[in-house]
């Protein structure tokens, strides 16, 4: 289970940071991610972070946003810094649990 909490209504730049709770899973073993949803839109990625702590974002947000866990306490954060308009939305975690994978070959 993953709970979210952290939102809040704040003027542009501001910060707020946003916290995910998991439980009944091994949550040090998955890499974790940050995804929005605004208004009239599909869901977008935010930031993604791996087991051992590597990070990734999304263009909009990269150096403004920072992802972090603390695998003790089995929690997912996003610290968002420098709020804009259009960061205004649904944010959602989830775990990432990766397929095997499958070859693609384009050859003629």
């Known amino acids: 289970q993953l709970v979210e909490s952290g939102g809040g209504l704040v003027q542009p730049g501001a910060s707020l940071r946003l916290s995910c ?3 009944g ?3 040090s073993d998955y890499p974790m991610r940050w995804y ?7 869901r977008e990625f935010v930031a993604y972070i791996d087991t051992d702590g ?3 974002y999304a263009a909009s947000v990269k150096g403004r946003f920072a992802i972090s866990r603390d695998n003790i306490k089995n ?5 968002m810094n ?3 308009r259009s960061d205004a939305a ?4 989830d775990a990432v ?5 499958t070859q693609v070959t384009v050859s003629s």
């Open 25 to 27: 899973f091994s949550f």
């Open 82 to 84: 420098g709020l804009e």
């Open 36 to 42: 929005r949803q605004r208004p009239g839109r599909g």
């Open 97 to 101: 649990i990766w397929g095997q994978g």
């Open 75 to 79: 929690i997912l954060f996003l610290q």
């Open 90 to 93: 649904v944010y959602y975690c």
């Open 21 to 23: 709770a998991a439980s």
């Open 54 to 56: 590597t990070a990734t």
